[in-house]
């Protein structure tokens, strides 16, 4: 199945038209700043205006789920500076919201993009910061994982795969295994 765009947006549309019709004018703003997310980036003023909606309506998770898709919007695009910033506001949002499990997510994906330029001190800080939290099995796999590609980077073959048996003994003391 291709992914159409255009089908797309027509539906996005098409969903922000009835909820304009019974007057849910943030909902259909969402919708439209949905569909502009689903692209490249282009005109930011839908985004900055919901984002700041979202803000002052006190409607943190949203504003935190938008500021994360439109990081991964500009990752998609090659804007890695833009990608980070927003990854770093989303985090501090969280962070104001008190949201552990939002933080923790961003906490993972700051990790990898740590890792992907090469910020391998700001990489083993955030590991050390994120191994406290009690993490999902699927974030303790990711983070395993990029402790281990962190330390076999740097020659410490045994210490990477002594961050990768953890995964299978972590996830038996969870019963998940």
């Given at each position: ?34 569909a502009?997310?689903t ?68 906490e ?14 700001q ?39 002594a ?15």
């Amino acid at each position: 199945y291709a992914f159409n765009h255009e089908e797309a947006r027509r539906s996005f549309e098409e969903a922000a038209r009835l909820y304009e019709s019974i007057g849910a004018e943030l909902d259909a703003l969402h919708v439209r700043v949905s569909a502009e997310l689903t692209g490249p980036p282009g005109d930011q003023t839908r985004f900055e205006t919901m984002l700041a909606r979202a803000h002052a309506g006190g409607y943190r998770s949203m504003e935190i789920q938008l500021l994360r898709r439109s990081a991964f919007q500009h990752f998609a695009a090659g804007d890695l500076a833009m990608y980070r910033t927003r990854l770093e506001q989303a985090s501090a949002a969280a962070e104001a919201a008190g949201d552990a499990l939002g933080r923790r997510s961003l906490e993972l994906d700051l990790l990898g993009e740590d890792l992907l330029i090469g910020r391998f001190e700001q990489a083993r800080d955030r590991v050390r910061r994120v191994r406290h939290d009690r993490l999902a099995s699927d974030q303790s796999v990711w983070l395993d994982q990029f402790e281990a590609f962190m330390l076999a980077l740097h020659g410490d073959y045994a210490g990477a795969l002594a961050a990768l048996d953890q995964t299978p003994q972590r996830l038996e003391r969870q019963g998940l295994a």
